[in-house]
């Protein structure tokens, strides 16, 4: 089954505490992203990733980093989380060689940071 | 830069009533449209998109018409299900562009 994969679901941690949410995709999809939604914000995209070991700043990128060593994973790292990273986190993935690609979104992960 | 405004939610309806969602955006040049849905607990799914002026997007009994006079990609269905209940966003996004710029999400809750 094609999908996305995101782990941990949820997540409760302590403001400083370096963590990291993986994301794996099976579709061999070029372009990786990562987004945050936040209520009566939508989502905003904080990195993306168009290729293996090209990634690039989306809209909201402080206080993250991502790295893409494989193509299928893309892995978001909070080296010293804050109480405003607290959000739903979800990534996505598309095929690019179309003019335009669907996104495909994982379940998201849920982090709170106390 | 680009931007997308939805109706404020939440929007609850009866069973079998008419869908409503406006979608209104401010773009340059030719973007796509999209609308996702979100189930409760689960990621977003595309429910329907359209790719240039005048096109219609449906799916599963929603449709919405690309309008680039009046910038808009309103979401409709004209007979709502309690299994629609769900947080729909409107998108757009440029060609050759891997990020998709999302609106602030309404919340549809439909009572049987």
């Known amino acids: 089954e094609a999908q996305v994969t995101q782990n941990p679901r949820y997540l409760i941690t302590v403001t400083g505490k370096k963590l990291t949410v993986t994301c794996s995709q099976n579709?061999?999809?070029?372009?990786m992203s990562w987004y945050r939604q936040d209520p009566g914000l939508g989502l905003r995209q904080i990195y993306y990733s168009m290729n293996v070991e090209v990634t690039d700043k989306g809209d909201v990128p402080e206080g993250y980093k991502v790295s893409r060593k494989e193509k299928r994973n893309f892995p978001l790292i909070l080296e010293s989380p804050s109480p405003n990273q607290t959000s739903l986190y979800f990534c996505?993935?598309?095929?690019?060689?179309?003019?335009?690609?669907?996104?495909?979104f994982g379940p998201g992960t849920r982090l709170t940071v106390l | 830069g680009d931007s997308v405004t939805q109706m404020e939610g939440p929007v609850t309806l009866s069973e079998e009533a008419f869908l409503t969602i406006n979608c209104t955006y401010t773009?340059?040049?030719?973007?796509?449209l999209f609308w996702y849905v979100q189930y409760p607990g689960e990621g977003l799914q595309l429910l329907l998109k359209?790719?240039?002026?005048?096109d219609k997007g449906s799916n599963k009994g929603f449709e919405a018409t690309y309008r680039k006079e009046t910038t808009s990609f309103h979401l409709e269905k004209g007979s709502v299900q309690v299994s629609d209940s769900a947080v729909y966003f409107c998108?757009?996004?440029?060609?050759?562009?891997?990020?998709?710029?999302f609106g602030q999400g309404t919340r549809l809750t439909i009572n049987p």
């Open positions: 996505a993935s598309s095929s690019g060689t179309q003019r335009y690609n669907e996104q495909f």
């Open positions: 998108a757009l996004g440029h060609q050759g562009a891997q990020k998709l710029v």
């Open positions: 579709m061999n999809h070029e372009y």
């Open positions: 359209a790719t240039k002026a005048d």
């Open positions: 773009a340059t040049g030719y973007p796509s």
